[in-house]
């Protein structure tokens, strides 16, 4: 399992995969991200400290996820994360929130007050219907305005059946416009009974990648370890 890796297109950073007591929520059903993890506190805190050991704050930025939020980290790691970055002169740091939390983001932003935080949801698609009744994403709020209230970033989940060329083009079009950025993830095998649709991804691949592979504000990862971290 690689933990740490440098991503050096587009928005230039740092990424750690920490460890975590495992997602709280958990009822995904494409996911299986939440496997990685322990009920050990001291354990998870071995790994992270060790994993935050390899930040060398080159860009100034880290991105941190945990197969599951941000609040699922011990209070130990937190700290040490605050620690390495003051110690490296990292101003900008990338959680990921589950939707669940949305009202305790400002209370997260406020423990990290001196630096900026870049909140992600997985969204996965605004398409409520294969959100909820497939996916069951656990996000009962449909207006896009709603749903975007108090997060930066979204992961949006493609390749899945039912999604549809104009479907995926809609869903980056909006993450757009109601989010500083977005990161497009191609859904790809795992031990779930979602699988990927070959026929989706390859409408995908013709119609929709080739017209924002270069957009600075979309990160696309065909395959899930294409930011160099996980396995």
Known sequence: ???????????????????????????????????????????????????????????????????????ELDSSTLDRLKSVCRDKNISVIHFEVHYMYKDRLEALRREFDGFTLKLKLGLETFD?????????????????????????????????????????????????????????NIMCDNSTSVKPDAAVIAAFMHDVFPIYKDNARADILINNTDFGVGE
């Open 128 to 184: 409520y219907d294969l959100r909820e009744r497939v996916l069951h994403k656990g996000i009962k709020d449909s207006d896009p305005a709603v749903i975007s209230s108090g997060f930066d970033e979204a992961n949006f989940l493609f390749g899945v059946s039912g999604q549809t060329s104009d479907s995926m083009r809609r869903d980056i079009e909006l993450g757009l416009k109601h989010f500083e950025r977005i990161c497009i």
């Open 1 to 71: 399992m690689e933990r740490y890796s440098v991503i050096t297109e587009k928005r230039r950073r740092e990424i750690v995969l920490l460890r975590g007591r495992g997602c709280a929520y958990r009822r995904c059903t494409f996911c299986d991200y939440h496997l990685d993890r322990s009920p050990s506190d001291s354990d998870n805190f071995a790994l992270n400290a060790s994993v935050l050991s390899r930040v060398t704050g080159k860009y100034g930025e880290l991105e941190v996820i945990n197969s599951g939020s941000v609040f």
